[in-house]
């Protein structure tokens, strides 16, 4: 199994332009999940889906952030514009059954 | 506030001694807890789930579930300095698919 995939692995943007991260989930996993990581805050939770619908956005910090999951392979978190203080690493985790999710390699953003 | 608490440590222990990480949880409904394994610029790794009162055992892990006391443990018997990274606990929410992470117990395996 491939597990899951995300992309890019590393981006580095000026403040004010937009970034797509994007993620494709573990085939037949039905939840997809996006997270932030950083030392200060630890591991948020910005959003999940269920059967590519939205079920939980209130994680998401501000209307600069959105997330879509056109189908059960593919999802993208935007942030536009991006600040600063977007900087982390954001994961992308799926999961079939309830619960055991199973993480991405991350995408590590870096705006200056 | 739903919360998972844990000692940020780190917890430093030597080589093939066992090695104690211990959670709090706050929420009540939490049904099922996690550990991941998360080595230093990777992402965290499923490592034992545990759903019911009791202990869990696989290999050298052993997991530990007490919901009366609200407290969840991971031991790790015979400690390896591969062991060495930061092992985040996670509980279910109740009623959601939603995961409440802590902020993780850094272990260092020393030879």
């Known amino acids: 199994d491939a597990g899951v995939i995300q992309s890019p692995r590393h981006e580095v943007t000026e403040m004010g332009q937009e970034v797509t991260l994007r993620c494709k989930p573990i085939?037949?996993?039905?939840?997809l999940f996006w997270y932030r990581q950083t030392m200060m805050r630890g591991l948020e939770l910005l959003i999940y889906?269920?059967?590519?619908?939205?079920?939980?956005d209130s994680g998401m910090p501000e209307d600069r952030f959105s997330a879509k999951m056109p189908n059960a392979s593919f999802s993208t978190l935007k942030i536009q514009p991006s600040e600063p203080r977007d900087s982390a690493v954001y994961f992308c985790?799926?999961?079939?059954?309830?619960?055991?999710?199973?993480f991405g390699p991350g995408t590590r953003l870096t705006v200056t | 506030q739903k919360e998972v608490e844990q000692n940020s440590g780190p917890l430093s222990v030597p080589e093939g001694a066992i090695a104690s990480l211990n959670c709090t949880y706050s929420?009540?409904?939490?049904?099922?807890f996690f550990w991941y394994r998360q080595y230093s610029g990777k992402s965290p790794e499923l490592i034992m789930s545990?759903?019911?009162?009791g202990d869990k055992e696989d290999g050298r892990f052993t997991a530990q579930l007490n919901k009366a006391s609200q407290y969840v443990s991971l031991l790790i018997r015979d400690s390896q300095p591969s062991d060495s990274a930061t092992y985040l606990c996670?509980?279910?929410?109740?009623?959601?698919?939603?995961?409440?992470f802590g902020t993780g117990t850094r272990l260092q395996v020393f030879p």
């Open positions: 985790a799926s999961s079939l059954v309830a619960e055991e999710q199973y």
């Open positions: 085939s037949g996993h039905n939840s």
């Open positions: 889906f269920n059967n590519n619908v939205p079920i939980d």
């Open positions: 929420d009540r409904g939490s049904q099922s």
């Open positions: 545990i759903y019911s009162n």
């Open positions: 996670a509980g279910s929410s109740y009623n959601t698919d939603k995961l409440i």
